[in-house]
Nanobody, 120 residues
Framework: QVQLVESGGGLVQAGGSLRLSCAASGRTFSNGVMGWFRQAPGKEQEFVAAVTYVTQYADSVKGRFTISRDNAKNTVYLQMNSLKPEDTAVYYC????????????????WGQGTQVTVSS
């Protein structure tokens, strides 16, 4: 059984930083894509970042967020700097093997989500 377990969410002031982690078990994703999506209250889920052999970011987080992966640990990270109140959302880790990686349909497996709240 494949599981993705996120950690690292929390409450932070605007301008602060958080680092999310997502550990996968049950299957290796070193040849696939691992990514992050988020959903704010009352809004649709949106793409944040993804990593294969290259990285890809939503325009809203470019220059502030960094995605990375450790294939030996089957883990993906999201370093979030210069956080803004509009970054407040539940962040979901996802993994899969399809394209395009900016769309949720590329991913077969999802974590349970971790709350990130940025206060102004």
């Amino acid at each position: 059984q494949v599981q993705l377990v996120e950690s690292g969410g929390g409450l932070v002031q605007a301008g602060g930083s958080l680092r999310l982690s997502c550990a996968a078990s049950g299957r290796t994703f070193s040849n696939g894509v691992m990514g992050w999506f988020r959903q704010a209250p009352g809004k649709e889920q949106e793409f944040v970042a993804a990593v294969t052999y290259v990285t890809q970011y939503a325009d809203s987080v470019k220059g502030r967020f960094t995605i990375s992966r450790d294939n030996a640990k089957n883990t993906v990270y999201l370093q979030m700097n210069s956080l803004k109140p509009e970054d407040t959302a539940v962040y979901y880790c996802a993994a899969g093997f399809r394209n395009p990686v900016v769309f949720a349909r590329a991913y077969d497996y999802w974590g349970q989500g971790t709350q990130v709240t940025v206060s102004s």
